[in-house]
């Protein structure tokens, strides 16, 4: 279901596209966080651990910033990560003021293993759509993302 609000032909369509837009990342959002649950990873600690894998140790600041959540968010993941030593923070010897976050061997391999899953499975859902649809999509929403940001 679209708008019922009676605006302009503009507005209209900018609402109705904008619900259209929710819906879809929030199904798609609500069957992630069933997958991740079932995989035993929450949204927050799949990000952390993932750009650790992918992109290597990093401050705290650089992780929020890679993940786009609050630096107090993020802080909060980590300790939980760190408990079931999942990650380590070490103080850099060059600048103390720094505290890096990495893997440990424990957090390599928890991720290894659970990542392609979670790829599987965003797989399975985008599979709704055609590769070019996709494509298309990843570029309205770069497009979207980006204007937004500089606006």
């Known amino acids: ?40 990873l929450t949204q927050g600690q799949l990000a952390i651990l993932e750009a650790l894998l992918h992109l290597g140790p990093m401050s705290q600041q650089q992780l929020a910033a890679k993940i786009l959540r609050s630096g107090s968010n993020v802080t909060t993941v980590i300790d939980n990560l760190e408990k079931q030593e999942l990650v380590q923070r070490i103080r850099r010897s060059d600048d103390r003021r720094v505290v890096e976050v990495s893997l440990t061997a424990k957090g ?9 899953l979670h790829a599987r499975k ?26 937004v940001r500089h606006s």
């Open 1 to 40: 279901m679209g708008t019922h609000y009676r605006g302009t032909p503009r507005e209209t369509r900018a609402l109705d596209t904008f619900i259209k837009l929710m819906r879809a990342s929030d199904s798609v959002e609500a069957e992630l966080h069933r997958h991740l649950r079932n995989i035993g």
């Open 108 to 116: 390599r391999r928890h991720i290894e293993e659970r990542f392609p």
């Open 122 to 147: 965003i797989t399975e859902l985008l599979a709704a759509l055609e590769p070019k649809e996709q494509e298309q999509l990843a570029e309205l929403c770069k497009k979207l993302g980006t204007r």
